[in-house]
């Protein structure tokens, strides 16, 4: 059984699958090299990369991560603006520091290869790390995956995924019928189930203070994002469009006009600027799809009469039982069912939490999470010039705007639908093996090919 904090990670940007899983993946082998006694004798690492960690990686912060991973520093705990000033000394000729103790000489050209058009068959996402002796034999090779959200999977373990967990929960569901049988049962909300499994490694306590610390950097991205003037990195410069956003808004309000209101659309481009220029942000359930939930949470306290930490945390943990249900039938992988899978399971996510905290059933809740996906199936990830900036910034901010009107929607209606949660999870799936690999996170299609890159 997954949990809340799998859906729901600290890190930074701008991709969870490019940038946090790789980094993860990068520093789980330098323990390895400790562990396994070797790190003494390497002398040189090798990191190759493949499929859409090759095609797009460079403008999603691949090689960096995985070269700062090696340096032992983790998604939740390097300061992110530290990276760039030790990625410019490793690029002027600098040793890699292995497990943050053991300096080896490095050559970015010559230890790092991207390739870009091979395809391993487990999944898009692929990376293999070699470390060698002085004399050139090798001491230790892993294959990594990164499948999604931050989780990544090593290739001896990668047909073991889906098995049993080792730590039984109250209410194992592995689809919306069970879960939400459960909830009927026994008179709980999503919510309640999720925070009683959760409880098994946990107490409530803990369990509620993480979850609010998680809201918190949530709430510091949007407020940061808010004031950050400036243009993305990358060759396109792209100008930051939500401080603008912000003062029009704000001055609008303060006239009383209540005709524009685009607060969760400029929640959401404010987060999604952040982890476009590799700030703090919370994977939600993916990096590029980080604004939504965010945006719709920061929505309901600012303009919920009723909001409440208690209702923070119930947003929450009904986000994650939805992120949870796609996470286990389909996938939450732009690289392996494009968009739909990112931008469309995190307003799925928002659209259901906002109609819970604001006292709907649970019909209505699954109504909301099933009527975001519905509509965008068949959504692509086409990235221009592999940055996670056009159209990603703006389509956070759109998702935003409808999942608020997706769950007053659900709200006003009894929650009968004839399409059930589960079975537009699957749709979307199958939707995603059907597309093609040019519009799943590579950039060989779609948007991505209607702006050249500037030469650099």
Not at 260 to 267: A, D, G, I, S
Not at 347 to 353: F, K, W
Not at 357 to 370: D, F, H, M, P, R
Not at 396 to 403: F, I, P, Q, T, Y
Request: net charge negative; proline share 4%; charged share 20%.
């Amino acid at each position: 059984m997954l949990s809340v904090f799998d859906l729901f990670k600290i890190g930074i940007g701008p991709s969870s699958s490019h940038t946090v899983g790789p980094m993860l993946a990068a520093c789980r082998f330098a323990d390895l090299l400790v562990q396994q006694g070797v790190l003494p004798q390497t002398a040189q690492i090798k990191v190759e990369l493949y499929g859409s960690l090759a095609l797009t990686g460079e403008g999603h912060g691949t090689v960096d991560a995985a070269l700062l991973g090696l340096e032992s520093n983790t998604p939740k705990g390097i300061d992110p603006d530290t990276m760039l000033p030790r990625m410019q000394q490793l690029r002027a000729g600098a040793k890699l520091r292995l497990a943050a103790c053991h300096e080896v000489d490095f050559d970015l050209a010559r230890d790092v290869q991207l390739h870009k058009h091979l395809f391993l068959p487990q999944h898009a996402n692929a990376m293999r790390i070699k470390a060698f002796a002085a004399d050139g034999s090798s001491l230790l090779t892993k294959t990594y995956f990164s499948v999604g959200g931050g989780f990544i999977v090593d290739e001896e373990h990668w047909y073991q995924q889906g098995e049993p967990a080792e730590v039984a929960v109250p209410y194992d569901f592995h689809n919306s019928a069970q879960l939400i049988a459960h909830c009927q049962r026994q008179g709980l909300t999503m919510a309640q189930l999720v925070m009683a499994n959760e409880c098994v490694q946990r107490d409530q306590a803990a369990v509620r203070q993480q979850l609010l610390e998680i809201a918190a950097v949530m709430q510091a991205c949007v407020a940061k994002g808010c004031k950050h003037e400036g243009r993305l990195p990358g060759p396109f410069a792209v100008k930051r469009r939500a401080p603008a956003l912000y003062r029009r808004l704000e001055a609008m309000h303060m006239e009383g006009r209540a005709d524009v209101m685009l607060w969760p659309m400029l929640y959401a481009m404010a987060v999604s600027e952040e982890n476009a220029s590799g700030g703090r942000v919370v994977t939600a359930p993916t990096n590029g799809a980080a604004g939504i939930v965010p945006a719709v949470l920061q929505y309901y306290r600012d303009f919920a009469p009723n909001a409440s930490d208690e209702g923070v945390v119930d947003f929450l943990l009904t986000a994650a039982a939805i992120g949870m249900l796609y996470k286990m039938n389909a996938s939450i992988s732009g690289a392996e069912v494009g968009c739909q899978g990112e931008v469309g399971v995190a307003c799925s996510m928002a659209a259901g939490a906002y109609c819970a905290v604001l006292g709907g059933t649970l019909a209505q809740v699954e109504n909301a999470a099933e009527i975001a996906m519905e509509h965008h199936l068949g959504l692509t990830c086409d990235p221009v010039g592999g940055q996670v900036q056009v159209p990603c910034v703006e389509r956070n901010g759109v998702a935003a705007e409808k999942a608020i009107k997706i769950a007053q929607l659900a709200l006003l209606e009894d929650g009968e639908h004839l399409v059930s949660l589960d079975k537009v999870i699957e749709t979307m799936y199958r939707t995603g093996l059907d597309m093609k690999n040019s519009y799943k996170e590579t950039s060989l299609g779609g948007l991505a090919l209607t702006v050249a890159q500037p030469e650099c």
